[in-house]
């Protein structure tokens, strides 16, 4: 199928989506994907390229234009590797709760998941920028994506919305926790701050 016909089924049929995936190969996913981050460029970089333009700063804008393909191609490779690493792990806990099927199915879950995160999310950025509030609205495109993916290792694995939500909620809350904990033993935030970032 092609590419905005899967994102169409993203947020209008869920079960097609998942029917269409099934049988997908990992080139298609992997293909998706970089389309998906394609877009988060095209829509992010202007964006930045503006922040930077407006705001006072000791790199030449020229510079930082330069280095921006640089930065996304590093950042794309970051994401693709994590996604891999945090399928992995989803994964451990699919498969203790009895999940049926493969790795590759529990990192099509995510791939997939979230694509609302990803279209929506980059478009943040500009939102933001008219109103502060509507910053929140990621919070709401954030659970529709925690709900796809949880929906996807449920139908993908054969398991059920308890036992898949427990899968995924286990290793996602013992990270979130994590990044808590050691934002606040280093005081991170603080020096954050501190160096201008």
Do not use: C
């Not at 929140?136 to 919305?161: A, D, P």
């Amino acid at each position: 199928m092609e590419l905005f016909g899967l994102i169409k089924l993203t947020f209008t049929d869920r079960e097609t989506l998942l029917q269409t995936i099934k049988q997908e190969e990992w080139s298609g996913t992997l293909a998706y994907l970089a389309i998906l981050y394609g877009w988060y460029v095209l829509i992010t970089a202007p964006f930045f390229i503006l922040q930077k333009y407006l705001a006072e700063s000791t790199i030449p804008i020229k510079e930082y234009i330069a280095v921006m393909p640089i930065s996304y191609a590093l950042i794309f490779v970051i994401w693709i590797s994590w996604l891999f690493v945090w399928s992995g792990i989803v994964h451990i806990f699919v498969t203790i709760f009895k999940g049926q099927g493969q790795y590759k199915d529990t990192f099509k879950a995510i791939a997939y998941g979230i694509t609302p995160l990803f279209l929506i999310g980059s478009a943040m950025f500009y939102l933001k920028l008219l109103n502060p509030n509507l910053y929140l609205l990621i919070i709401i495109v954030y659970i529709y994506s925690l709900y796809l993916i949880i929906k996807g290792v449920s139908e993908l694995h054969e398991i059920g919305i308890f036992k898949a939500t427990t899968a995924y909620m286990i290793p996602f809350l013992t990270l979130l926790t994590t990044l808590i904990w050691f934002v606040w033993k280093t005081d991170l935030i603080k020096l954050i701050k501190t160096i201008g970032l």
